[in-house]
Structures are given as structure tokens and as C-alpha cells.
């Protein structure tokens, strides 16, 4: 290979692994072409993009993308499939340990997930969860779950307590029994009192129509014959 396509090579890996948080390493010695192609379509369902790489030009992409994590896994014949933003990791995995158990050749060596190395049996668990979106429902799931036993925590009290008002109305006799039994307060003679106040001044200002007003004769003193 020309110096010209090295660097090519080197720099279309290194924008891959900075562009791809997870990755997959396996020991593709001993596929065929036709199980590779069934791999790299299997993988592409995925979102993942399965390259058959050479360690040396990969230990240099891998450092100059700050990817360390991928050079212990660099040994021997090297496959790597770059997982795309969008893509399902588990869904990737899954595919290269069905390739793994249906060939009986295929060697999975590990991966880089967000930076962490995982090991060969991390990757082979990582392949025996469930798809993506079932994992998002159980994620979902289990935060609303807390949310749902919090208000049904806030909502029995005050369910309780109208149980328990609406029985008291019962024990009485009904609402309108209930309101009639309701005993009187202080404040509400008080209001009472306030309300009849007006009423009592007036009928105290006005006369009693049985009483007639005093006259201007019968305020008048009478005089004696000697001074008529």
C-alpha cells in the first residue's frame, strides 16, 4: 500500500472512531466472503458499520482520536464495527454473537463503550438484553412507577376523609338533617344581634298608632273666672 493511501486509511479511522462513542472488535480469521457480507448486512440493520481494518494504521487512528481503549484489543486479524449515533448497540452485539455461535469461528474480543473498555463476556451479556425500545418501555416504566405510588400516597387522605364526611352526613340523618343539627356559634349570634339592631331603633323612634300626640290646648293652663 502507497504511503498516500496509508494516510487516507488513517485518517478516515481516526474521524470514524471519534465520530463512534461504541464499538465492537471481533477476530474475523476463518470467515468466508459470504458470511462477512451476511455480517456487515446484519450489522447495518443495526446502525453499525462492520471494517476490516490493519492493526498497525488502526494503533494510529486509534491514537491520534484519543481512543486508547481500543489498542489492547488490537491482536491478530481485526474486524470493527463503528456503531452510528443512531444506532442500537444491543441490536449490534447481538449480531456479532449470533455470528459467533452460527460459524464457530468468528471470535469476539471485546469493545469500547463511551470511552470504558468491555471485555468479550461484557459484549456477549450486552447481546443478551432486550431490543432498545423494549428497554426504553422498562426504563419508562419503572420511573413512573414511584410517581404513580407517590400520588396515590397524596390522594388517599383526602379520599379518606371525604369517605368519612360523607358517612357522618349519613349517621345524621342526611344533608338537610345534617345543616339543621349544626350547632349555633357565637359568631353567629353575634350577627344575629348586628342585623336586628337597626330594626329595634326605629320602632323605638316612631309612636304607637293607639297613642295620640298631646294637643296645643291641653299644654295651655286653664284660667279662673275672676280673669275671664
Do not use: C, W
Amino acid at each position: 500500500m502507497k504511503k498516500s493511501d496509508k494516510e487516507r486509511v488513517v485518517t478516515e479511522l481516526t474521524e470514524r472512531l471519534r465520530g463512534s462513542e461504541t464499538l465492537l472488535v471481533a477476530d474475523y480469521r476463518g470467515l468466508t466472503m459470504p458470511q462477512i457480507d451476511l455480517l456487515r448486512t446484519r450489522l447495518l440493520d443495526s446502525g453499525a458499520r462492520f471494517t476490516v481494518v490493519k492493526n498497525t494504521l488502526t494503533r494510529r487512528a486509534a491514537e491520534a482520536a484519543g481512543a486508547e481503549a481500543l489498542l489492547a484489543l488490537l491482536e491478530g486479524p481485526s474486524a470493527i464495527a463503528f456503531l452510528e449515533a443512531d444506532g442500537d448497540m444491543v441490536a449490534a452485539a447481538k449480531a456479532l454473537a449470533d455470528a459467533a455461535r452460527e460459524t464457530r469461528v468468528l471470535a469476539i474480543r471485546g469493545g469500547v463503550l463511551e470511552g470504558r473498555p468491555m471485555s468479550a463476556a461484557e459484549v456477549e451479556s450486552l447481546a443478551t438484553l432486550p431490543p432498545l425500545d423494549i428497554l426504553r418501555s422498562q426504563v419508562l416504566a419503572a420511573i413512573i412507577a414511584p410517581l404513580t405510588a407517590l400520588l396515590g400516597l397524596v390522594t388517599a387522605p383526602l379520599q379518606n376523609l371525604h369517605g368519612l364526611i360523607d358517612a357522618r352526613i349519613e349517621q345524621l340523618g342526611g344533608p338537610e338533617t345534617a345543616a339543621a343539627a349544626t350547632p349555633v356559634t357565637e359568631a353567629d349570634e353575634a350577627a344575629a344581634e348586628a342585623e336586628a339592631s337597626p330594626a329595634e331603633a326605629t320602632a323605638e323612634g316612631e309612636a304607637s298608632p293607639d297613642e295620640a300626640p298631646p294637643t296645643a290646648d291641653a299644654t295651655l293652663p286653664q284660667q279662673s273666672p275672676s280673669q275671664q
